[in-house]
């Protein structure tokens, strides 16, 4: 259900907010100071307890039980009502929440029993994540690192094919704000035979968005691509954080392992699919040469509306910015756009073979870099494999994270005559290796 542009909320910090205006409404885990974690939506500088519109009697029907589904300390009973409740809910709270609406002073009476600062809340995981698989749909990201290995051949021959994907750890998947501990492991430095042990010299980011899924698919049974987006709960950011040089030495032959399982994180609030609607477009025409999907991940309709205008934004803050009261500097702003594969392509690939996905489960879409140097999405890319270090506001450079470095991932989307939809932040500050 898609919010008429024009619509205003009597919550006054909703209107002209950047990332949760009324037409946003994503859904989270909250707590207050000694309670426990509770289901809510962001709504301007607000979080409106889910629990406590449903005991007030704000919600009936759908809505009601979409809300009692949401209303624990994880969301996944939510994510496995499947779209047509979460739909309800979103209606019922445009009703309650809209400026003029019949319901304003209802909802308005119960005051800060309905509504809590967010400011003074703790944020959550949103859900209990049973498995976590990262896929690699960012061609520019691909293409990027391919040309670092090989110069002559990038992209190898079935990434045009296939949507490539891994599975990862979920046990160290953390909410924003988590500090992040640099990770020890093998590496083979240049010149080297033998390998040493020993804190990542070359720590990364990856600029991703995370999608969550809602209702689940039966063992051995796939999901149809004309189906697969009724099975997305809903979406998020995530930085996938990643030792580039201990991927180095362990990825031959079975790919990313203790260079990726140390810790991802993601922005807590969940964004639906009914707040991304007006954002759509299609997937963009493969170039000229580029083979067709087969026939299993070709959708007419995910063909005209699968891709999302999604601005993605990567910033850091170091600790001598911090200390000179420098504000965080932007290092790429790219777009889901350039996604290769559609999130439904996804979410189809990965059960075609009869994979069973749960609620709550989390795919992330690879790095999504653009085609130009300041739309990179990791520092890999940006400074060439850390041949050509980027300088930073107070004269710092850097190649790779140094400890005490501040990540930050943002998301907006943005329409002319409607208002912007953000994801709020994705943020994780690196400390030292363990000794």
Request: hydrophobic fraction near 40%.
């Amino acid at each position: 259900m898609t919010a008429s542009p024009s619509l205003r909320s009597w919550i006054a910090s909703a209107n002209g907010h950047a990332d949760f205006p009324l037409q946003n409404l994503p859904l989270g885990v909250f707590s207050r100071a000694g309670d426990t974690p509770r289901g809510g939506v962001a709504i301007g500088d607000a979080i409106l307890d889910l629990r406590e519109a449903r005991e007030a009697g704000l919600l009936q029907g759908d809505a009601a039980h979409a809300a009692e589904a949401a209303s624990g300390t994880d969301l996944n009973p939510f994510f496995s009502l499947g779209a047509a409740p979460r739909r309800a809910l979103r209606a019922a709270l445009l009703e309650l929440l809209a400026e003029g609406s019949a319901r304003q002073n209802e909802a308005q009476a119960l005051g800060e029993r309905l509504l809590v600062p967010m400011a003074s809340c703790e944020l959550h995981l949103p859900a209990r994540i049973g498995d976590y698989t990262d896929f690699y749909v960012g061609i520019h990201h691909a293409n990027n690192v391919g040309k670092l290995f090989r110069p002559d051949n990038p992209l190898l021959p079935n990434y045009k094919y296939v949507p490539i994907g891994y599975h990862g750890r979920a046990s160290t998947i953390c909410v924003s704000g988590t500090p992040v501990r640099r990770p020890n492991g093998q590496t083979l430095p240049p010149g080297q035979e033998v390998p040493s042990f020993g804190p990542s010299k070359r720590l990364d980011y990856e600029l991703e968005l995370g999608v969550w899924i809602g209702q689940g698919n039966a063992l051995g049974e796939p999901i149809a691509i004309d189906h697969a987006e009724d099975h997305v709960a809903g979406y998020c950011l995530l930085n996938d954080w990643s030792a580039r040089d201990v991927q180095a030495w362990e990825y031959q032959p079975l790919g990313p392992f203790l260079a990726k399982n140390f810790a991802s994180t993601v922005s807590p609030w969940v964004v639906t699919a009914e707040a991304l609607e007006p954002f759509r477009q299609a997937q963009a025409p493969r170039p000229a040469g580029d083979p067709q999907p087969l026939d299993y991940l070709l959708g007419e309709h995910d063909q005209a509306a699968g891709a999302f205008d999604i601005e993605l934004e990567v910033l850091i803050l170091t600790d001598a910015m911090r200390e000179q009261g420098l504000p965080p500097h932007r290092l790429a702003l790219s777009n889901a756009r350039h996604m290769y594969w559609t999130v439904a392509q996804m979410v189809t690939h990965h059960t075609v073979g009869g994979c069973m996905l749960q609620a709550g489960d989390l795919l992330g879409t690879g790095t999504l870099s653009g085609p130009e140097p300041d739309q990179f999405g990791s520092l890999l890319e940006t400074t060439f494999g850390g041949k050509q270090p980027i300088t930073l506001p107070g004269g710092e450079q850097r190649t790779f994270l140094q400890d005490g470095d501040e990540v930050i991932l943002r998301a907006r989307c943005r329409r002319e005559g409607y208002p912007s939809i953000g994801f709020g932040e994705c943020r994780g500050r690196l400390l030292p290796a363990p000794r």
